[in-house]
């Protein structure tokens, strides 16, 4: 009788939970200010390798549990993995066997050029950047279509060509055509069930004056960053000396500019990039000074995540090299919190290396930090010249 009575229990939790999971592990919503995808398990000083950042309350499918990440099922044949601070069980959805897409527009209004996406569910997303064409890429996980045409509307004006393939059963792939060469940003999100993704314009008038420019000094507060091999001088003094220097000299050209810190204040990367967000600039400069084990290693470098967003990098390090500092690169695909965004171009420049005994007397000399946010405004003028 006692056997008879657990194995009843055992068959009544198996029922339990195929009816729940439909053959998953779990199933549940991303949650928190900025849930991202990692495309593996690998580490390091930045974390893993990014894929996406995600809209709120997205459907996910939890397929292992590994350390302090969820193993997501993104499709039949993708996965990814979800910091488990970024996931909250879901009991209430009902899992189906397929989702369709439905209708789909093009249209704009004073600012943005939009494309939305009808489903009958949030699903997990990804977007690519594509340069010769100019072309924005989202996939779309977990969705077949059911889009039998795409509505155009002439109020669109950033935005060229719209179409879409089914890239496999399960993944519907939409492309975005752009007018112009340069990629100004776009957001994506959820509209209930309506994927929206937001383009940015060119600007109209690329004089700095007109531009909304934003600028970050790096660490700050409990976050001292590197310091200086010989001096000891902290970079979170030396980054806020150089973002002021560069806030001064675009102001004083008419630029409207924001901070993401003016004192020494402790900031968290996803604080910055929310109220960044929420300023909506039109390109970011990010100042950082560079470090390493072996004290030989010195010069400039900036840094990318994105191909459509790396003219800027490269213009602003072209301008760098002038100050006769050793060329340490032009590093794309960089996995920084500020290079993450996709609303608007960014750009990291790590000035020199504080690790070097000559670049840090560099570093250290009011007159060299001059003429490095010099360089800094000829290379962003150099790309805005380049875009006319």
Known sequence: MKKTFHLLIFLACAQYLTAQYSGYVLKGRTTGPLPFLEYGLGEDRLGGAKMTFLDSNVLVKVTDSINNKYKI??????????????????????????HLTGDTRVFGDDQYD??????DEKLPY???????PSRIVVDIFGATTNTNWITQLSSATEIKNTWYVQLEDDVFRLYIELNHQQHWGYSIYYDNNKLVIRVKRQPHDLSVSKL???????????????RGRTSGAEEKELTLKYAKELQKTLTD????????RENDTSLAMVD???MLRQWQPDFLISIHFNSSDVDTVRGASTYYRYIGFRPLSQFILKRMEELKLEEYGNIGNFNFGLNGPTDYPNCLVEVAF???????????DPGFRKVVIVKIIAGIKDWLQSLR
């Open 73 to 98: 099922a993104l499709s039949q044949e993708h996965f990814a993995y979800l910091p488990k601070e970024n996931f909250r069980i879901d009991s209430s959805t009902i899992l189906r066997a397929y």
């Open 114 to 119: 939009y494309i939305s996406v009808q489903l």
């Open 126 to 132: 990804r977007s690519i950047q594509e340069i010769n």
């Open 212 to 226: 909304k420019i934003a600028i970050d000094p790096g660490h700050g507060g409990d976050n001292t960053g590197e």
């Open 253 to 260: 050209e008419n630029a409207s500019v924001f901070m993401t």
């Open 272 to 274: 910055r990039v929310l």
């Open 354 to 364: 504080l690790s070097n005994r000559g670049d840090e007397r560099k570093i250290l």
